[in-house]
C-alpha cells in the first residue's frame, strides 16, 4: 500500500436560506497511490487501508481528525465525492450484468469460418455484438454469423466467426458480450460501497487503480452548525 495525502483543504459555503443558518461543507483532498491500491476505502475512518496510510504523516492526522469532527459531529447527509482518479472510470456493480468487451487474437485466414482466440470470452457470456476491428489480408468481408445457435460462446476463450469468403491472416474481431454475475472489479471501472457514516468506499482492479486523486467532498452540514474551515499541507 502507497496512499498518501498531498494536501487537505476543508471550507464552507454558506446556503441562501431565509430563515435557518445552514452550510454545505467542501473538503478538497490531494492524494498519491500505486496502481495495485485497489481498496480506497475512503469512508473507513477507524481500520481503512487508505487513512491508516494517510495519517502518518502530522498532515494527514490533522486532515483525518477533521473529517471525523466533519461526519460525527456536523454533517447532516453526504451529497458527493467526485474529481480526478474518480471521474475517469465507470461504476459497476458486481449484482448487476455488466458488458464487457473483449478483443481477439489475429486469425490465420484461410477459410470463410475463422477459430478466433477470444481470451476471456466464456460460455456463459451473451454475445451483444461481434465487429470487425482489423481487417485481414483477404478481400472486403462481412460477417454472416458467430458463435452457437443461442447466442453464447461457443467455448471459453474460443469464438467460431462465419464469413461471406475468406477474411485472410491478421483479421480480429471484438466482441461485446453481457455478463452476469461478475465478482472481480474490470479495468476501467469500480466497485462501490458505503461506510457506516454514509462515505464511499471504492474497489479498483490492481494495476488499474488510480495512481493520483484530487477529490472533493460535498455534504449539507446540519442546521445552525459551522463548515470547518482549515488547510493541511507540507
Known amino acids: 500500500m502507497a496512499f498518501a495525502l498531498t494536501s487537505a483543504q476543508f471550507y464552507g459555503v454558506e446556503n441562501d436560506e431565509a430563515i435557518t443558518n445552514q452550510f454545505t461543507q467542501h473538503a478538497r483532498f490531494v492524494i498519491t497511490a500505486a496502481n495495485t491500491d485497489v481498496d480506497f476505502d475512503f469512508g473507513d475512518l477507524v481500520g481503512g487501508n487508505a487513512w491508516s496510510e494517510m495519517d502518518n504523516t502530522t498532515r494527514g492526522a490533522q486532515a483525518l481528525a477533521a473529517l ?8 447532516q447527509n ?6 480526478k482518479g474518480i471521474v475517469q472510470y465507470a461504476q459497476a ?23 478466433y482466440t477470444v481470451t476471456g470470452l466464456l ?3 451473451t454475445i451483444l455484438a ?3 476491428f482489423v481487417d485481414g489480408a483477404g478481400a472486403a468481408v462481412g460477417i454472416l454469423s458467430y458463435g452457437n445457435a443461442s447466442g453464447n460462446a461457443a467455448a471459453d476463450n474460443a469464438l467460431s466467426v462465419v464469413y461471406n469468403a475468406d477474411p485472410g491472416a491478421g483479421a480480429k474481431v471484438k466482441v461485446a458480450v453481457l455478463r452476469s454475475g461478475v465478482t472481480t472489479v474490470q479495468a476501467g471501472t469500480y466497485q462501490l460501497s458505503l461506510d457506516a457514516d454514509g462515505l464511499p468506499n471504492y474497489l479498483f482492479l490492481s494495476g488499474d487503480a488510480p495512481t493520483a486523486y484530487d477529490i472533493t467532498l460535498t455534504c449539507q452540514l446540519k442546521e445552525g452548525m459551522n463548515p470547518i474551515e482549515a488547510t493541511f499541507e507540507a
Do not use: H, W, Y
Request: with cysteine; glycine share 10%.
Open 68 to 75: 471525523k469532527d466533519l461526519c460525527l459531529s456536523r454533517m
Open 130 to 132: 461481434v465487429t470487425q
Open 123 to 125: 460460455t456463459t457470456d
Open 93 to 115: 456493480d458486481a449484482a448487476i450484468p455488466q458488458v464487457v468487451v473483449i478483443n481477439s487474437a489475429a486469425a490465420g485466414g484461410g477459410s470463410a469460418t475463422e477459430a
Open 78 to 83: 453526504f451529497v458527493s465525492l467526485t474529481g
